[in-house]
Protein backbone atom coordinates (compact mmCIF):
# COMPACT_ATOMS: atom_id res chain seq x y z
CA UNK A 1 0.00 0.00 0.00
CA UNK A 2 1.66 3.45 -1.11
CA UNK A 3 -0.95 5.92 -0.18
CA UNK A 4 -4.81 6.25 0.21
CA UNK A 5 -6.66 9.20 -1.24
CA UNK A 6 -9.51 10.52 0.44
CA UNK A 7 -11.73 13.71 0.10
CA UNK A 8 -13.59 14.77 -3.23
CA UNK A 9 -12.93 14.27 -6.59
CA UNK A 10 -13.48 16.37 -9.26
CA UNK A 11 -12.54 15.77 -13.15
CA UNK A 12 -12.30 18.43 -16.10
CA UNK A 13 -12.25 17.45 -19.86
CA UNK A 14 -12.23 19.76 -22.74
CA UNK A 15 -15.21 21.68 -22.30
CA UNK A 16 -13.69 23.41 -19.15
CA UNK A 17 -10.10 22.80 -19.99
CA UNK A 18 -7.68 25.82 -22.07
CA UNK A 19 -3.87 26.19 -22.28
CA UNK A 20 -3.37 23.03 -20.61
CA UNK A 21 0.49 22.23 -21.15
CA UNK A 22 2.85 19.08 -19.20
CA UNK A 23 6.22 19.45 -19.98
CA UNK A 24 8.42 16.37 -19.27
CA UNK A 25 12.19 16.83 -19.71
CA UNK A 26 15.55 14.39 -18.40
CA UNK A 27 18.99 15.06 -17.54
CA UNK A 28 20.30 11.97 -19.01
CA UNK A 29 24.17 12.97 -16.66
CA UNK A 30 21.90 13.99 -13.53
CA UNK A 31 24.20 17.01 -13.36
CA UNK A 32 20.56 18.09 -12.04
CA UNK A 33 16.97 16.36 -11.58
CA UNK A 34 14.51 17.77 -13.93
CA UNK A 35 11.51 18.47 -12.44
CA UNK A 36 8.08 18.07 -14.94
CA UNK A 37 5.47 20.18 -15.22
CA UNK A 38 1.95 20.50 -15.17
CA UNK A 39 0.17 24.24 -16.40
CA UNK A 40 -3.54 24.71 -17.30
CA UNK A 41 -6.57 27.03 -17.21
CA UNK A 42 -10.30 26.10 -15.61
CA UNK A 43 -13.06 27.60 -16.71
CA UNK A 44 -15.80 26.98 -14.13
CA UNK A 45 -19.43 26.63 -15.14
CA UNK A 46 -21.05 26.42 -11.92
CA UNK A 47 -18.76 29.00 -9.89
CA UNK A 48 -16.90 26.63 -8.54
CA UNK A 49 -13.65 28.48 -8.19
CA UNK A 50 -15.30 31.57 -7.05
CA UNK A 51 -13.33 31.86 -3.92
CA UNK A 52 -16.41 33.35 -2.67
CA UNK A 53 -19.01 30.69 -3.66
CA UNK A 54 -19.55 28.63 -0.22
CA UNK A 55 -20.44 26.14 -2.10
CA UNK A 56 -17.76 25.82 -4.30
CA UNK A 57 -13.92 23.77 -4.39
CA UNK A 58 -11.55 26.53 -4.20
CA UNK A 59 -11.24 26.01 -0.65
CA UNK A 60 -10.74 22.34 -1.03
CA UNK A 61 -7.68 23.06 -3.52
CA UNK A 62 -4.15 22.74 -1.43
CA UNK A 63 -0.13 22.45 -2.19
CA UNK A 64 0.92 19.31 -3.19
CA UNK A 65 -2.75 18.44 -4.05
CA UNK A 66 -2.46 15.16 -6.82
CA UNK A 67 -3.75 15.53 -10.21
CA UNK A 68 -3.93 12.51 -12.49
CA UNK A 69 -3.52 13.93 -16.39
CA UNK A 70 -5.66 11.92 -19.57
CA UNK A 71 -5.57 12.51 -22.91
CA UNK A 72 -7.32 10.95 -25.60
CA UNK A 73 -5.51 11.29 -29.21
CA UNK A 74 -6.49 9.18 -32.07
CA UNK A 75 -9.32 7.44 -29.52
CA UNK A 76 -6.30 5.66 -27.99
CA UNK A 77 -6.14 6.81 -24.15
CA UNK A 78 -2.76 8.36 -23.04
CA UNK A 79 -1.69 8.38 -19.61
CA UNK A 80 0.31 11.65 -18.85
CA UNK A 81 1.31 11.63 -15.43
CA UNK A 82 0.53 12.54 -11.98
CA UNK A 83 1.13 15.99 -10.66
CA UNK A 84 1.02 18.36 -7.36
CA UNK A 85 -0.70 21.52 -7.65
CA UNK A 86 1.89 24.18 -6.69
CA UNK A 87 0.35 27.25 -7.47
CA UNK A 88 -3.06 28.88 -8.34
CA UNK A 89 -4.51 32.13 -9.24
CA UNK A 90 -8.85 32.69 -9.44
CA UNK A 91 -10.10 35.32 -11.44
CA UNK A 92 -14.20 35.77 -12.02
CA UNK A 93 -14.47 31.60 -12.12
CA UNK A 94 -11.24 31.15 -14.15
CA UNK A 95 -8.32 28.96 -12.60
CA UNK A 96 -4.71 29.15 -13.57
CA UNK A 97 -3.27 26.25 -12.01
CA UNK A 98 0.54 25.07 -11.87
CA UNK A 99 1.61 22.17 -10.92
CA UNK A 100 4.72 19.44 -10.97
CA UNK A 101 5.89 16.11 -10.38
CA UNK A 102 7.05 13.99 -7.48
CA UNK A 103 10.69 15.34 -8.09
CA UNK A 104 9.57 19.01 -7.51
CA UNK A 105 7.84 18.57 -3.92
CA UNK A 106 11.14 16.22 -3.23
CA UNK A 107 12.85 19.44 -3.69
CA UNK A 108 10.95 20.70 -0.35
CA UNK A 109 11.85 17.82 1.69
CA UNK A 110 14.52 17.16 3.83
CA UNK A 111 16.44 13.99 3.75
CA UNK A 112 19.27 14.06 6.44
CA UNK A 113 22.20 11.98 4.52
CA UNK A 114 25.21 9.77 5.23
CA UNK A 115 28.65 8.37 4.70
CA UNK A 116 28.53 5.75 3.07
CA UNK A 117 31.10 2.68 2.31
CA UNK A 118 30.45 0.12 -0.75
CA UNK A 119 26.30 0.21 -0.19
CA UNK A 120 24.47 -1.33 -2.81
CA UNK A 121 23.05 1.37 -5.00
CA UNK A 122 19.10 -0.55 -4.59
CA UNK A 123 19.98 -0.08 -0.78
CA UNK A 124 21.01 3.65 -0.77
CA UNK A 125 17.80 4.60 -2.83
CA UNK A 126 15.69 2.79 -1.12
CA UNK A 127 16.65 4.63 2.00
CA UNK A 128 16.05 8.32 0.32
CA UNK A 129 12.76 7.11 -1.65
CA UNK A 130 10.94 5.70 1.59
CA UNK A 131 12.12 8.74 3.64
CA UNK A 132 10.66 10.78 0.31
CA UNK A 133 6.96 8.86 0.51
CA UNK A 134 7.56 8.30 -2.98
CA UNK A 135 6.98 4.84 -5.46
CA UNK A 136 9.95 4.21 -7.62
CA UNK A 137 11.43 1.73 -10.16
CA UNK A 138 15.41 1.24 -10.71
CA UNK A 139 16.80 -0.07 -13.81
CA UNK A 140 18.18 -4.01 -12.50
CA UNK A 141 21.20 -2.89 -14.20
CA UNK A 142 22.10 -0.66 -11.27
CA UNK A 143 20.50 -2.45 -8.47
CA UNK A 144 23.95 -3.40 -7.04
CA UNK A 145 26.25 -0.87 -8.75
CA UNK A 146 28.69 0.29 -5.43
CA UNK A 147 28.29 3.54 -3.74
CA UNK A 148 30.86 4.94 -1.57
CA UNK A 149 31.13 8.73 -0.72
CA UNK A 150 28.89 11.25 1.78
CA UNK A 151 25.67 12.93 1.12
CA UNK A 152 25.22 16.25 2.90
CA UNK A 153 21.77 17.00 4.55
CA UNK A 154 20.10 18.32 1.78
CA UNK A 155 16.83 17.93 -0.11
CA UNK A 156 15.32 14.52 -1.68
CA UNK A 157 15.94 15.94 -4.64
CA UNK A 158 19.29 16.88 -4.45
CA UNK A 159 20.23 13.24 -2.42
CA UNK A 160 18.49 11.44 -5.52
CA UNK A 161 20.92 13.26 -7.76
CA UNK A 162 24.22 12.64 -5.70
CA UNK A 163 23.22 8.97 -6.05
CA UNK A 164 21.96 8.82 -10.06
CA UNK A 165 25.32 11.12 -10.93
CA UNK A 166 27.57 8.71 -9.22
CA UNK A 167 25.83 5.53 -11.06
CA UNK A 168 25.45 6.49 -14.43
CA UNK A 169 21.52 6.81 -14.04
CA UNK A 170 19.13 9.36 -15.17
CA UNK A 171 15.42 10.09 -13.61
CA UNK A 172 12.64 10.22 -15.71
CA UNK A 173 8.50 10.76 -13.37
CA UNK A 174 6.87 11.30 -17.18
CA UNK A 175 3.41 9.26 -18.26
CA UNK A 176 3.31 7.86 -14.79
CA UNK A 177 3.01 8.07 -11.04
CA UNK A 178 6.52 6.29 -10.29
CA UNK A 179 9.86 8.32 -9.57
CA UNK A 180 11.85 6.15 -12.56
CA UNK A 181 16.15 5.77 -11.98
CA UNK A 182 16.80 4.54 -15.46
CA UNK A 183 20.42 3.07 -16.79
CA UNK A 184 20.94 5.12 -20.27
CA UNK A 185 19.28 4.50 -23.08
CA UNK A 186 20.62 2.37 -25.46
CA UNK A 187 21.54 3.33 -29.72
CA UNK A 188 18.49 1.37 -30.97
CA UNK A 189 15.99 3.90 -31.96
CA UNK A 190 12.48 3.14 -30.30
CA UNK A 191 10.63 4.85 -32.70
CA UNK A 192 11.11 7.01 -36.30
CA UNK A 193 10.10 10.57 -36.79
CA UNK A 194 10.05 10.91 -40.58
CA UNK A 195 9.39 14.52 -41.99
CA UNK A 196 5.80 13.45 -42.57
CA UNK A 197 5.24 14.02 -38.92
CA UNK A 198 6.76 16.75 -38.42
CA UNK A 199 5.70 20.52 -38.19
CA UNK A 200 7.76 23.24 -40.38
CA UNK A 201 9.79 25.28 -38.34
CA UNK A 202 13.14 22.79 -37.07
CA UNK A 203 16.30 24.67 -35.71
CA UNK A 204 18.92 22.73 -35.70
CA UNK A 205 22.14 24.40 -33.57
CA UNK A 206 25.66 23.18 -32.17
CA UNK A 207 26.38 22.76 -28.24
CA UNK A 208 29.57 24.23 -26.96
CA UNK A 209 32.66 22.38 -27.83
CA UNK A 210 33.39 20.29 -24.74
CA UNK A 211 37.47 19.06 -25.14
CA UNK A 212 37.91 17.04 -21.94
CA UNK A 213 36.15 16.77 -18.59
CA UNK A 214 38.08 17.17 -14.63
CA UNK A 215 36.25 15.20 -12.31
CA UNK A 216 37.19 15.84 -7.90
CA UNK A 217 37.27 13.05 -6.19
CA UNK A 218 35.79 12.75 -2.39
CA UNK A 219 37.78 10.39 -0.07
CA UNK A 220 36.55 10.82 3.34
CA UNK A 221 38.47 9.74 6.65
CA UNK A 222 37.97 10.44 11.06
CA UNK A 223 40.17 12.65 11.88
CA UNK A 224 41.59 11.46 15.35
CA UNK A 225 41.52 14.36 17.32
CA UNK A 226 37.61 15.83 19.15
CA UNK A 227 36.13 18.73 18.16
CA UNK A 228 33.40 21.24 19.04
CA UNK A 229 30.31 20.85 16.94
CA UNK A 230 28.03 23.08 18.49
CA UNK A 231 27.56 25.22 22.01
CA UNK A 232 24.83 27.34 22.41
CA UNK A 233 21.86 28.04 24.36
CA UNK A 234 18.96 26.13 24.02
CA UNK A 235 15.09 26.10 24.82
CA UNK A 236 13.88 22.93 27.26
CA UNK A 237 12.43 20.21 25.23
CA UNK A 238 13.40 18.91 21.68
CA UNK A 239 16.00 20.44 19.34
CA UNK A 240 17.32 19.62 16.10
CA UNK A 241 21.31 20.61 15.62
CA UNK A 242 22.87 20.59 12.06
CA UNK A 243 26.68 20.40 11.86
CA UNK A 244 28.48 22.20 9.00
CA UNK A 245 31.02 19.32 8.93
CA UNK A 246 30.14 15.53 9.16
CA UNK A 247 31.48 14.01 12.27
CA UNK A 248 31.11 10.75 14.06
CA UNK A 249 31.40 9.84 17.98
CA UNK A 250 28.99 12.30 18.55
CA UNK A 251 28.94 13.26 22.62
CA UNK A 252 27.01 15.43 24.41
CA UNK A 253 26.56 17.47 27.57
CA UNK A 254 23.62 19.60 28.85
CA UNK A 255 21.02 17.78 27.16
CA UNK A 256 20.32 13.59 25.83
CA UNK A 257 20.81 12.75 22.64
CA UNK A 258 17.38 11.25 21.08
CA UNK A 259 18.94 10.70 17.83
CA UNK A 260 22.16 11.19 15.37
CA UNK A 261 23.97 11.25 12.24
CA UNK A 262 26.67 12.39 10.44
CA UNK A 263 25.16 15.51 9.63
CA UNK A 264 23.39 16.25 12.79
CA UNK A 265 21.81 15.41 16.08
CA UNK A 266 18.14 16.01 17.62
CA UNK A 267 19.05 16.37 21.83
CA UNK A 268 16.19 16.82 24.39
CA UNK A 269 16.81 19.41 26.91
CA UNK A 270 15.07 19.45 30.12
CA UNK A 271 15.62 23.05 31.35
CA UNK A 272 16.75 25.75 29.36
CA UNK A 273 20.47 26.17 29.41
CA UNK A 274 23.72 25.14 27.53
CA UNK A 275 24.64 22.31 25.31
CA UNK A 276 27.77 21.40 24.15
CA UNK A 277 27.88 19.14 20.93
CA UNK A 278 31.35 17.37 20.40
CA UNK A 279 32.67 14.61 17.74
CA UNK A 280 35.66 13.53 15.46
CA UNK A 281 35.03 15.44 12.29
CA UNK A 282 35.51 13.84 8.73
CA UNK A 283 38.10 15.07 6.45
CA UNK A 284 37.65 15.62 2.83
CA UNK A 285 40.71 14.23 0.63
CA UNK A 286 40.65 15.48 -2.54
CA UNK A 287 42.29 14.59 -6.07
CA UNK A 288 41.11 15.39 -9.59
CA UNK A 289 41.24 13.20 -12.25
CA UNK A 290 40.78 14.06 -16.24
CA UNK A 291 39.63 12.45 -19.53
CA UNK A 292 40.51 14.27 -22.67
CA UNK A 293 39.29 13.80 -26.64
CA UNK A 294 42.04 12.31 -28.49
CA UNK A 295 42.38 15.74 -30.85
CA UNK A 296 41.21 19.09 -30.54
CA UNK A 297 38.35 19.65 -33.33
CA UNK A 298 39.77 21.90 -35.95
CA UNK A 299 38.77 25.57 -35.34
CA UNK A 300 38.31 24.68 -31.33
CA UNK A 301 40.18 25.75 -28.65
CA UNK A 302 40.79 23.61 -25.51
CA UNK A 303 37.50 23.40 -23.21
CA UNK A 304 37.69 21.33 -19.89
CA UNK A 305 34.36 20.97 -18.27
CA UNK A 306 34.86 20.63 -14.34
CA UNK A 307 32.67 18.50 -11.19
CA UNK A 308 33.59 19.44 -7.93
CA UNK A 309 30.20 18.76 -5.86
CA UNK A 310 29.89 15.02 -6.35
CA UNK A 311 30.45 13.78 -2.92
CA UNK A 312 29.72 10.12 -3.74
CA UNK A 313 32.33 10.38 -6.64
CA UNK A 314 35.59 8.82 -5.05
CA UNK A 315 38.77 6.94 -6.70
CA UNK A 316 36.57 3.83 -7.24
CA UNK A 317 34.28 5.45 -9.98
CA UNK A 318 35.50 9.02 -10.69
CA UNK A 319 37.47 7.87 -14.27
CA UNK A 320 33.82 6.28 -15.33
CA UNK A 321 32.17 9.06 -14.29
CA UNK A 322 34.48 11.14 -16.54
CA UNK A 323 34.48 9.19 -19.72
CA UNK A 324 30.70 9.20 -19.14
CA UNK A 325 30.35 13.00 -19.27
CA UNK A 326 32.96 13.28 -21.92
CA UNK A 327 31.21 11.43 -24.25
CA UNK A 328 27.86 12.35 -23.92
CA UNK A 329 29.20 15.76 -24.34
CA UNK A 330 30.22 14.88 -27.60
CA UNK A 331 26.13 14.77 -28.52
CA UNK A 332 26.46 18.66 -30.15
CA UNK A 333 23.71 18.74 -32.49
CA UNK A 334 20.66 19.92 -30.94
CA UNK A 335 17.47 19.64 -32.88
CA UNK A 336 14.34 21.51 -31.75
CA UNK A 337 11.29 20.01 -33.50
CA UNK A 338 7.54 20.37 -33.13
CA UNK A 339 5.57 17.35 -33.56
CA UNK A 340 2.20 15.43 -32.83
CA UNK A 341 2.88 13.05 -29.91
CA UNK A 342 2.10 9.82 -30.61
CA UNK A 343 4.44 7.40 -28.19
CA UNK A 344 7.72 9.68 -27.60
CA UNK A 345 8.86 9.82 -24.33
CA UNK A 346 11.93 11.74 -22.56
CA UNK A 347 15.36 9.83 -22.27
CA UNK A 348 14.56 8.02 -25.18
CA UNK A 349 16.34 7.28 -28.53
CA UNK A 350 14.78 8.35 -31.89
CA UNK A 351 15.78 7.88 -35.07
CA UNK A 352 14.93 11.37 -36.78
CA UNK A 353 15.04 11.95 -40.72
CA UNK A 354 16.73 15.07 -41.45
CA UNK A 355 16.97 15.29 -45.02
CA UNK A 356 14.37 12.88 -47.68
CA UNK A 357 15.31 9.26 -46.40
CA UNK A 358 18.31 10.44 -44.06
CA UNK A 359 17.55 9.53 -40.13
CA UNK A 360 20.19 10.32 -37.41
CA UNK A 361 19.93 8.51 -34.69
CA UNK A 362 19.00 11.43 -31.79
CA UNK A 363 18.03 11.60 -27.65
CA UNK A 364 14.90 13.66 -26.57
CA UNK A 365 15.60 15.71 -23.39
CA UNK A 366 12.30 17.14 -23.71
CA UNK A 367 9.00 17.55 -24.75
CA UNK A 368 6.12 20.09 -23.63
CA UNK A 369 3.19 18.72 -25.50
CA UNK A 370 -0.28 20.98 -25.93
CA UNK A 371 -3.13 18.84 -24.66
CA UNK A 372 -5.66 20.77 -25.87
CA UNK A 373 -4.02 22.18 -29.10
CA UNK A 374 -3.91 18.73 -30.75
CA UNK A 375 -0.92 17.14 -28.80
CA UNK A 376 1.74 19.06 -30.52
CA UNK A 377 4.78 18.46 -29.24
CA UNK A 378 8.31 20.91 -28.93
CA UNK A 379 10.73 18.70 -28.93
CA UNK A 380 14.82 19.33 -27.81
CA UNK A 381 17.07 16.72 -28.69
CA UNK A 382 20.74 15.89 -28.63
CA UNK A 383 22.57 13.47 -30.82
CA UNK A 384 26.11 13.64 -32.75
Known sequence: LQNIQHGVTKSFDNSELENTKVLEEVNLMSTELSINTLDFTVHCKDDEFNIFNPQGIYDLLQKKQQLSVEGTRDGKLMNMGYFYVDEWENDNGIADISAQDAIGIMDGTMFNGGMYKSIDAKDLIDEVMKDAGFGYSLSSSLADVKVSGYLARSSHREALQQIAFAIGAYVDTSRGGMVKICAQPGNVPAVALGMNRRITGEKVSLRSY???????????????????????????????????????????????????????????????????????????????????????????????????????????????????????????????????????????????????????????????????????????????
Open 210 to 384: VSGVSVTEHIYTVEDEISELYKGELEAGENLITFSNPATSITCSGATIKESGVNYCIVNVTSAGEVIINGKKYADSQSVVTVKTDDIEAGEKENIEEVTGATLVGKHNSLEVANRLLNYYQNRIQQNMSFILDTETAGETVSVEVSAGVFRNTVIESLETDLTGGFITAAVTAGA
